[in-house]
Nanobody
Framework: MQLVESGGGLVQDGGSLRLSCAAS????????MGWFRQAPGKEREFVAA????????YYADSVKGRFTISRDNAQNTVYLQMNSLKPEDTAAYYC????????????????????WGQGTQVTVSS
């Protein structure tokens, strides 16, 4: 069971990045997926989540309209397209997976997710 994030980096205010999370060792299509982030000195927070089929997505208010989560079940990969980045988006970004049901109720809760990647750093300069 492995989740590997990539695509992080340094970008200027207003720029874009696309994060990827490649999954292996489990049935990807049976897991809802989420993206979370953690800035230095702060708690890990919810960013976006997507259902098993990809038909349902949720976003934190702080990223709504700027970030887009998507998935490719054939490629066992989930993505996070981040546009109009701001310095306050600077954080380590983590993808997470869960095979548990009740996605619509718990999608933003850290404890809902069973598996986590190691994270990729996103730094937005002003």
């Amino acid at each position: 069971m492995q989740l590997v994030e990539s695509g992080g980096g340094l970008v200027q205010d207003g720029g874009s990045l696309r994060l990827s999370c490649a999954a292996s060792g489990f049935t990807f299509s049976r897991n809802a997926m989420g993206w979370f982030r953690q800035a230095p000195g702060k708690e890990r927070e919810f960013v976006a989540a997507i259902s098993r089929s990809g038909s349902i997505t949720y976003y934190a208010d702080s990223v709504k309209g700027r970030f887009t989560i998507s998935r490719d079940n054939a490629q066992n990969t989930v993505y996070l397209q981040m546009n109009s980045l701001k310095p306050e988006d600077t954080a380590a970004y983590y993808c997470a997976a869960t095979g548990t049901y009740s996605f619509g109720t718990y999608y933003s809760k850290l404890a809902y997710y069973n598996y986590w990647g190691q994270g990729t750093q996103v730094t937005v300069s002003s």
